[in-house]
């Protein structure tokens, strides 16, 4: 029983034994079989792992430090320090700051929330981090709650890599970390992403956290303190959900845990903890965009001249230099004067300093620009006012870099100064009377004074640019030559064409394309500097984010006028503001030299004018058109509206400043009497003027004064009776010497209208059949010159007609020449002279004044 029982146990052994044998070999068939599956896998994957790694980018430095960076635009203080006027940024508004001016608040904020083992952990990845984050995810049903990025990662994956969630961007991240954390140290990569990460809101754009200091609470990163650094330190996670721009109540607790985590790690003390926890932040949400910073027209300049200059420095194309403008983490040291700007912005906003037609829906706009003009630095620039009909936006229209007709401002550039260089002198004489110009290839040109028939007769240069007059400008072009006039306008830094080479755009500023309030300010201070033109500039130099200097924006400089030139032309151009056409430019403290300026019809109007220190024009105008400028029907000129509005803002800016008069006369500068009739060396006779002493001292150039005696004032025996040249039949009671003037080549047409005409000398002697005395003007005889014709009118104009305003000038033009020995605006009638007495075709003497000549009264 016993043995049967053994058989059958040793039975069931057997064939238990057997059975396990069976399941041995099925088993490590089985495993064997999974073994080589998972090597044959792992080998797959492997290989892929490998080619993964092999196509990862290299670790790129470029990309850790030139990520879109926004460029600052800077001003000078008037301490001498510099501060930001605009932040200019694309699509990401970065500014890179080093690390040494990060707190380290906020440095540690970072590490404390977003990679706590960040200064021990030097693989890039964190082993630890992620079975955690594996784990929490596993507890959480397999939804991903918990991120495993290290700070290192987090960096490549903003800088180098995509935003894609695949298993290739996981591998490269994971060895671009390695590699990053073998090449660099712990500050350089917590520098880099600190500039970095995004940390903007619904209506903030700021990445890094300079931009984002800058607009949650309106201060540099470097003056932070601990609870606004955990704020900020919290946004990096969710910035849709912890920015205080999103949710303040969600961004609070984000901050407090931060706060926590910092206390927990020993970055900071329980004091320090409870004390930013109870502390209330004051947010200011200053959204810096394009169209935010002040002093839009300044900066809008800056960008363009920016622009042009990073292209010709670096052979870039422009849409490359405004990528890196927007784009390049720039610094562009401007030499705008943040007061004087907005002086000039202030004056702008006040309607009362502009012109007002109500016949009109468009307002008229106007521009400013002021230099430095010993440093050629644009202090200030407006290029319009903001109006119901004109909304100022930035990137848009300046007319400060907008070109418009200068008028008659143009005619110390391109008729006096040249004048000068050419050997006339401010005593020269021309005849303004009304000429008919016929040039070459031209049509007969016959200038008009703003007057309309006002005629002065024989004028100095001196003269001619103190009452901006028309006929003599024309006449001094015409004398020097079109070529040298125009070859001095662009020394002057004019636009002069090939269309403007005619007597009218130069002479009076009718310009085809005509120039800008930049380009005439920066002209005039050539005057102001001793003849020396000095190229006009916004900003200094330009730098890149380190410091490297890109462009150093050093003006160019020539000269234009000889010192003593300069120094005349800028005594004639007082004598406009002292007594001319631009008073109204006139300041209580400070020497000023300037021009107006008209545009045909009034349609643009302007000043000119510098003093010691500044230079500045003002452009007024309709921006669509050149429609005459009125004030309620009046058409205003240059030297009302413009010339208020330079005075206004020239007195502001210069009334701190010590009140000066223009002392730097050169040597070989030489002063001389002359006659104003002549510009010669005065005689006896020029002193004996029926007007009185006709002579004046003028200073000149030495070299250049006169040396030749007047020979345009003449005695001669007359009449009394008749006004005629005395002759044989002329009774001795009735002979009397008397002093002339003899315009050389006046004819006399031209001298009806001169205002000096009446003390021409007779070319008509008695007769003897004469009864009545006859006139003067109208009884010259014939001289050669270019003049309208009589054409059978007898009816001739007396010698000038008072103007009702001469403090007003004009271009002036007209293509034919006049008829019937009228002025362009037709026929004159009997007025009265500067002597009180009328004047008529005949001036009929009566018996009393028979008797009177016979007296000798």
């Known amino acids: 029983m016993e043995n049967n029982t053994q058989l059958r146990r040793s039975d069931r052994n057997k064939k238990k034994k057997s059975k396990q044998s069976a399941f041995k070999k099925v088993f490590n068939v089985v495993l064997w079989g999974v073994i080589i599956l998972l090597l044959a896998g792992v080998g797959a994957v492997g290989g892929k792992v490998l080619a993964i790694i092999k196509n990862t980018p290299p670790l790129s430095q470029d990309a850790l430090t030139k990520m879109k960076q926004s460029s600052i635009v800077y001003v000078k203080n008037s301490d001498g320090s510099w501060s930001q006027a605009a932040i200019l940024h694309g699509s990401d508004n970065r500014l890179w700051v080093s690390i040494d001016k990060i707190p380290e608040n906020l440095q540690n904020a970072v590490v404390a929330i977003e990679d706590q083992r960040f200064y021990k952990n030097n693989l890039g990845i964190d082993p630890k981090r992620i079975i955690g984050a594996l784990l929490v995810d596993i507890k959480a049903g397999g939804k991903p709650v918990e991120g495993a990025s290290t700070i290192t990662q987090q960096l490549v994956k903003n800088t180098m890599l995509t935003d894609e969630k695949t298993l290739t961007r996981k591998i490269q991240e994971a060895v671009l970390a390695w590699q990053l954390e073998q090449k660099y140290t712990k500050k350089q990569i917590l520098e880099a992403y600190l500039n970095t990460i995004y940390l903007g809101g619904p209506h903030i754009n700021a990445y890094g956290v300079q931009a984002a200091a800058l607009q949650y609470f309106g201060k540099d990163v470097s003056q932070l303190d601990l609870a606004e650094c955990a704020m900020i330190a919290g946004i990096t996670n969710n910035p849709s959900m912890y920015s205080p721009d999103s949710n303040i109540q969600q961004a609070t607790e984000r901050q407090h845990l931060v706060l926590s985590e910092m206390l927990k790690q020993g970055f900071i003390t329980q004091e320090q903890y409870n004390a930013a926890i109870n502390e209330k932040l004051h947010f200011v949400f200053k959204n810096l965009n394009l169209s935010t910073y002040s002093h839009g027209y300044f900066i809008d300049q800056v960008i363009n001249d920016a622009t042009d200059a990073l292209v010709k420095k670096l052979g870039i194309t422009k849409s490359e230099a405004l990528n890196e403008i927007y784009n390049g983490g720039l610094r562009i040291y ?41 440093t050629g630095e644009i202090k200030g620039i407006v290029g319009g006012r903001n109006t119901n009909d004109f909304k100022y936006v930035t990137r848009g229209i300046s007319f400060a870099d ?21 050997g006339l002198t401010a005593a020269t004489v021309v005849d303004d009377v009304p000429t008919t110009f016929t040039l070459p290839g031209a049509k007969p040109y016959t200038p008009h004074n703003y ?6 007769g024989l004028v100095t240069l001196r003269e001619a640019i103190t009452d901006s007059l028309n006929v003599p400008a024309v006449q001094v072009v015409n004398k020097i030559g079109i070529n040298v006039s125009a070859s001095y306008g662009k020394k002057f830094g004019l636009d002069i064409t090939k269309n403007d080479m005619y007597l009218p755009a130069l002479a009076l500023g009718g310009l085809s394309q005509g120039i800008t309030p930049i380009q005439e300010a920066a002209a005039y201070g050539a005057i102001a500097n001793k003849g020396m033109y000095i190229s006009p500039i916004t900003f200094t130099k330009i730098t890149d984010s380190t410091g490297k200097v890109l462009v150093d924006n050093k003006p160019e400089e020539h000269v234009v006028l000889s010192e003593q030139n300069a120094y005349i032309l800028r005594s004639m151009m007082m004598d406009v503001v002292d007594h001319g056409t631009g008073t109204a430019a006139k300041l209580s403290n400070m020497d000023v030299a300037g021009k107006t300026g008209t545009s045909e019809n009034s349609g ?41 509005m330079w005075r206004t803002v020239m007195a502001q800016i210069h009334q701190n400043l010590p009140p000066t008069h223009f002392t730097d006369k050169p040597s070989g500068i030489v002063y001389e009497t002359v006659c104003k009739d002549s510009g010669e060396l005065p005689t006896d006779l020029c002193r004996q003027d029926p007007r009185g002493d006709r002579t004046y001292t003028e200073m000149f150039a030495a070299g250049t004064q006169p040396t030749e005696y007047c020979t345009v004032h003449v005695s001669a025996q007359i009449d009394t009776l008749t006004g005629k040249l005395a002759s044989s039949w002329t009774p001795p009671f009735l002979v009397k010497q008397e002093v002339f003037i003899n315009p050389p080549g006046r004819t006399p047409e031209q001298n009806a209208y001169a205002a000096d005409g009446k003390y021409v000398l007779p070319t008509q002697s008695d007769s003897g059949s004469d009864v009545l005395p006859g006139n003067n003007q109208n009884d010259n005889g014939s001289q050669n010159g270019n003049s309208p014709t009589n054409g059978g009118d007898t009816t001739a104009p007396t010698n000038g007609t008072e103007p009702g305003n001469t403090n007003t000038e004009s271009t002036g033009q007209s293509s034919t020449s006049s008829n019937g020995g009228q002025s362009s605006s037709g026929t004159n009638s009997t007025n009265t002279n500067s002597s009180g007495q009328g004047n008529s075709t005949t001036n009929q003497k009566g018996i009393g004044n028979i008797i009177n000549s016979i007296l000798g009264h």
């Open 334 to 374: 401007s030499t705008m004067d943040p007061n004087i700007q907005t002086i000039m912005e202030n004056a702008f906003k006040n309607p009362k300093l502009f012109p007002v037609d109500p016949t009109t829906k468009e307002a008229v706009q106007g521009a400013m620009v002021v230099i430095d003009w010993k």
């Open 402 to 422: 907008s070109k418009r007709q200068p008028g008659s401002s143009i005619k110390p550039l391109t008729v006096y100064g040249p004048a000068l260089q050419s």
């Open 451 to 456: 007057e309309s028939n006002y005629y002065h």
């Open 604 to 644: 643009n109007i302007w000043f000119s004018g510098f003093t010691p220190y500044y230079v500045g024009t003002v452009w007024m105008g309709y921006p669509s058109s050149n429609n005459p400028v009125k004030n309620y029907g009046v058409s205003q000129v240059g030297g009302t509206f413009p010339a208020q």
